[in-house]
């Protein structure tokens, strides 16, 4: 079932400490768009058809990655794409957005999710990682 925007944006704003749902959207963004560069094929679409139709477009049309990114570095292009974040204020719009999208997702299709990502991205999920 997908997710309403608002209440998408709700959790985002809520669990980053958001002052404005503009910062909530602004680093959903950012994170789908590396997040979708990340996934491949039918998991990427099912984790679209959940997802409000706006995110779900940035989810599908990710920019190119020559590589997937372990989650350190993951978290440094987070940095680098919202203005005047720091590594450290990434990590927490990575886990706000991340664990909003696990909510979403369900178990099963989180799951798949992680086993397309390098290592570690369990933790950034706010989940540990399968095994």
Do not use: C
Request: aromatic share 6%; net charge negative.
């Amino acid at each position: 079932m997908t997710v309403r925007r608002e209440a998408f944006l709700d959790q985002v704003k809520e669990r980053g400490e958001y002052k404005t749902p503009q910062e909530a959207d602004r680093a959903a963004r950012v994170v789908l768009a590396l997040l979708g560069a990340h996934l491949v094929g039918e998991v990427r679409a099912q984790l679209a058809a959940r997802l409000p139709e706006g995110f779900a477009l940035i989810l599908l049309n990710p920019p190119q990655s020559a590589e997937p990114l372990p989650p350190e570095r993951f978290v440094r292009a987070t940095a680098a794409w919202i203005e005047g974040a720091t590594e450290q204020t990434a990590v927490w719009d990575v886990g706000a957005v991340l664990s909003t999208v696990a909510d979403a997702t369900g178990a099963d299709l989180l799951k798949q999710i992680l086993l397309q990502l390098p290592a570690g991205y369990g933790l950034l999920f706010g989940r540990p990682q399968p095994t």
